[in-house]
């Protein structure tokens, strides 16, 4: 099967830094992150209880779920803390041209 095409989501210039922006893309809610003049994008879905981490803090390269506090690297998902150990779901992306890309897996048959 062939991979998905990159799509442009928002534009890299309207995700505040140290912040983030939600977005909606097919039904899915992604989280748009910036860090560190990174830009990461991720489920707006903690790996914890399902929750949204829309509004929650964004720093060094990780943000806080604000319903529990557990912690994700934004590059890889990775859970860090006691709560749960099953990373986010994470995005490949890129920016071109300021515009950020990504590329959301093809659904599951
Ligand atoms: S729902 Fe995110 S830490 Fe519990």
């Not at 560190?36 to 509004?55: A, F, M, T, Y």
């Not at 934004?74 to 749960?84: F, Y």
């Not at 150990?85 to 490949?92: A, E, G, I, S, Y």
Request: include cysteine; proline fraction near 6%.
């Amino acid at each position: 099967m062939s991979q998905p095409e990159y799509q442009t989501i928002a534009q890299a210039a309207d995700v505040p830094t140290n912040g983030s922006k939600l977005v909606v893309v097919d039904g899915r809610e992604l989280l748009i992150c910036s860090s560190r003049d990174e830009i990461h994008v991720v489920e707006n879905k903690c790996s914890h209880q399902d929750q949204p981490l829309d509004g929650g803090r964004v720093r060094n390269g990780y943000i806080f779920c604000p319903v529990h506090g557990m912690r994700f690297k934004l590059a890889t998902g990775e859970a860090i803390g006691q709560l749960t150990r099953v990373p986010l779901c994470v995005f490949d992306s890129r920016i071109v041209g300021g515009e950020v890309q990504v590329r959301l897996e093809a659904p599951a048959s």
